[in-house]
């Protein structure tokens, strides 16, 4: 209390306070609750999940790697984290290695964990109305340390003026909270990160049918060898000079079928 009361009689400020705290006692970190939140169960065929799921898994495999890793970041003093932690969630749940270190992390600390764990995106969720200054700062870090190829997303209350000029400074997407898919919102990153990346959307990459072998001939694609076969079982038809005279004798002597009305 003696040296609380003399740093508050020089002038220190409460920050600089803390901080000399933490420096010797550390800084605690409560649990979050993406680490206590249920793993989600086995999506059914044909849901936006199981979509998205498959994405996931195509995605990593073109990347050459076993899982994709995506940060999730709350800069700043917002200790709202109820988005940011459905966020992780559901991306864990469609299959990505999610890092998450809670709330009030500085730029600098969201950088450095991104180089680290060698994400494939970094996720920003902003709800304090800071996002014109810490997202930028994100992006120069990360320009800086050479990982341009990190796709940043924000998400938070950000007026569309505001996402404007985010997207004009290199943001990949924002979110607001208008957009409540959240499954969606994953989807979305995905294509981010297939983008970043130089390979072509997921979708087409899942509804692209698969080539056709042709057993018999490997080297004549399969569409055209069967059009080849079909052409060999079909008979020429024969022309109306080449028919027989008595033919068009057995025409010319039908009469032709009375008109209604016409009197018999």
């Known amino acids: 209390m003696e040296a609380t009361l003399e740093c508050a009689r020089s002038g220190v400020t409460t920050g600089e306070w803390a901080g000399a705290l933490r420096e010797v006692f550390g800084e605690f970190r ?42 999730v970041g709350k800069p700043g003093l917002d200790g709202h984290s109820n988005g940011a932690e459905q966020i992780a969630v559901r991306a864990r749940d469609a299959g990505f290695e999610v890092v ?17 764990e060698d994400v494939h995106a970094v996720g920003l969720s902003i709800l304090s109305g800071s996002h014109a200054q810490l997202v930028p700062d994100v992006l120069q870090r990360l320009h800086v ?7 940043v997303i924000a998400g938070g209350i950000i007026p ?38 130089k390979l072509d959307p997921w979708r087409s990459r899942m509804t692209s049918p698969a080539p056709q072998v ?19 079982w079909r008979r020429p038809r024969a022309s109306r000079r080449t028919r027989s005279s008595s ?11 009375p008109r209604r009305g016409t009197p018999s």
Not at 217 to 232: E, K, Q
């Open 247 to 257: 033919t068009w004798r057995t025409r010319a002597r039908r009469s032709p079928s």
């Open 160 to 197: 569309n003026g505001d996402a404007e000029q985010l997207r004009a400074a290199g943001v990949a997407a924002v979110f607001t909270p208008k957009d409540f898919d959240i499954t969606g919102i994953i989807g979305r990153i995905v294509d981010e990160i297939r983008t970043a990346n």
């Open 214 to 232: 042709n057993r018999l001939r490997p080297g004549v694609p399969a569409w055209r060898y069967r059009a080849r076969t079909r052409a060999s």
């Open 30 to 71: 409560a649990p979050t609750g993406v680490s206590s939140a249920p793993v989600a169960v086995a999506a059914e065929e044909g849901t936006a999940l199981a979509r998205v799921r498959k994405a996931v898994e195509l995605t990593a495999q073109d990347l050459g790697v076993g899982k994709l890793r995506f940060l």
């Open 100 to 116: 998450y270190q809670g709330i009030r992390l500085t730029p600098e600390q969201i950088v450095d964990a991104a180089l680290a």
């Open 145 to 151: 340390a050479g990982a341009t190829d990190i796709p």
